[in-house]
C-alpha cells in the first residue's frame, strides 16, 4: 500500500507459514476444584495457569482457545486467572501450587523474575509450561516441561524484512516495546533489527517501553513523533500499543506518511490491518498456544510426555495479503481465513 513521499511497496512479506488455529468461544472463568476422582473414573488433572491482563485481547484469545481445548478431557479441573505484574503473577501462583495443582502454565511477565517461582513448582512435582513468553534456562535445566510458542524472532524477522522493502528509501523507524524482562518484546526487536538489516538506509532512532497498554502507546508514540518528526515508521510489539500509536499519529496528522506495524494478529489487529490503518500485522498462533497447553497439560498429567519446545508457525501479512486473502484472490489455510474473515465482518 502506498504511503505519501515514503516509495512503499505492496511486495509481499517472505517465508510466509500455515497458521492453523484452534477455535474459541468459551470466556475465562474459574472452574470448580473438586479435585476427588471417584474409583474407576479416569484419573483427574488439576491445570491451573496464570496469564497477562484478561483486557489484552491476544490473552484472552489465549485463555478462550484452553477452555475450548478443555470440552475434551471430562477428567480435567482446571482454573485460570490473570495477573497485572510479575509479584501478583507469583503471588497467584503459589496459591494454585497451595491448592495442589498438577500441571501450572504460566505466561511470564519477566522470564528471570518468575524463574524461583518455576523452581518451587518443579520441587513440588508440579509440571510447568511456558506460554508465549519466555523464561531462558527453565526447560534446558529441566525446571519447566515445555514451551509454546511460535519463534518470535523469526515474527520479528520477517516484518523487519518487509519493511526493508517497503521503504527502499530508508528512513527513521520507532519501536514501542512491551514490558521490560519480557522475552517476547526481546524477541521481536531482535528479529525486527535482524530484518531491517537488509535495508541500509533504514535506522531505529527511537525504542521505548509501552507496558504491553493502548493509553501507554499513546504517550510513548507521542513522544516519539515529537522528537523525530521525520519518522519513516513504528513498529509496536503488540496491537494495543499499535493502537496507541494510531492515535498518537492521528493527532499529528500523520496518518498515511508513517508506516505502522502491529504485533499478535488479534482480530481487531487484524482488522485494523484490513482497514490500512496498521500496513503489516505479525499473526502469532495464539489460538494454538492456548489449545496445546491443555493438550500438553492432560498427557504429562497422566504420565506422558512432550516436546520441550512447540512452536506453532508464525505469520507476517502487509494489507495488501490480508485483502488478498480475504477477496479469495490468495489461497491460504481454512483457520487463516476464517480468522481474516471474522476480522474483515466485525465480529471482534
Excluded at 522493502?165 to 526481546?186: F, L, M, W
Excluded at 504429562?300 to 519446545?309: I, S
Excluded at 506453532?312 to 489455510?333: C, F, H, M, N, Y
Aim: glycine residues 12%; proline residues 4%; positive net charge.
Amino acid at each position: 500500500m502506498d504511503h505519501e513521499g515514503r516509495g512503499v511497496s505492496s511486495l509481499p512479506i517472505t517465508r510466509r507459514r500455515v497458521l492453523f488455529l484452534v477455535g474459541a468461544g468459551a470466556t475465562a472463568a474459574l472452574s470448580g476444584l473438586s479435585w476427588r476422582t471417584a474409583r474407576g473414573q479416569a484419573k483427574t488433572v488439576r491445570i491451573g495457569a496464570v496469564t497477562g491482563n484478561f483486557s489484552n485481547p491476544a490473552v484472552k484469545q489465549m485463555v478462550d482457545a484452553m477452555q475450548s481445548e478443555l470440552r475434551k478431557y471430562p477428567n480435567a479441573k482446571f482454573f485460570v486467572q490473570d495477573s497485572a505484574n510479575v509479584s501478583e503473577q507469583v503471588a497467584k501462583a503459589e496459591t494454585m501450587l497451595g491448592q495442589g495443582i498438577d500441571v501450572l502454565g504460566l505466561h511470564p511477565w519477566d522470564g528471570k523474575a518468575i524463574m524461583p517461582l518455576i523452581a518451587k513448582a518443579h520441587s513440588r512435582g508440579v509440571k510447568v509450561f511456558l506460554l508465549i513468553d519466555d523464561a531462558p534456562g527453565a526447560v534446558d535445566k529441566g525446571l519447566a516441561v515445555s514451551y509454546i510458542s511460535a519463534n518470535e524472532v523469526q515474527g520479528g524477522r520477517l516484518l523487519g524484512e518487509w519493511l526493508s522493502v517497503a521503504i527502499p528509501n530508508g528512513g527513521n523507524v520507532a519501536i514501542i516495546e512491551g514490558s521490560p524482562g519480557n522475552y517476547s518484546a526481546i524477541y521481536r526487536s531482535q528479529g525486527f533489527k535482524e530484518g531491517i538489516k537488509r535495508n541500509e538506509k533504514i535506522k531505529v532512532v527511537a525504542e521505548g517501553t509501552g507496558n504491553w497498554q493502548r493509553d501507554q502507546g499513546l504517550r510513548v508514540a507521542t513522544d516519539m513523533i515529537t522528537a523525530n518528526p521525520d519518522l519513516a515508521a513504528i513498529f509496536a510489539h503488540n496491537d494495543e500499543m499499535a493502537f496507541g500509536a494510531l492515535q498518537a499519529l492521528k493527532a499529528a496528522n500523520k496518518t498515511g506518511k508513517v508506516i505502522l506495524i502491529g504485533y499478535n494478529g488479534t482480530c481487531i489487529g487484524i482488522q485494523a490491518a484490513l482497514k490500512g490503518d496498521f500496513q503489516a500485522e505479525g499473526i502469532l498462533p495464539i489460538p494454538q498456544i492456548g489449545s496445546s497447553f491443555i493438550a500438553g497439560a492432560m498427557t504429562v498429567g497422566t504420565g506422558g510426555a512432550v516436546p520441550k519446545r512447540i512452536e506453532p508457525p508464525i505469520l507476517a501479512l502487509s494489507t495488501a495479503e490480508l485483502r488478498a486473502v480475504e477477496s479469495g484472490s490468495k489461497q491460504a489455510d481454512p483457520s487463516l481465513k476464517d480468522r481474516i474473515d471474522t476480522a474483515a465482518a466485525g465480529k471482534c
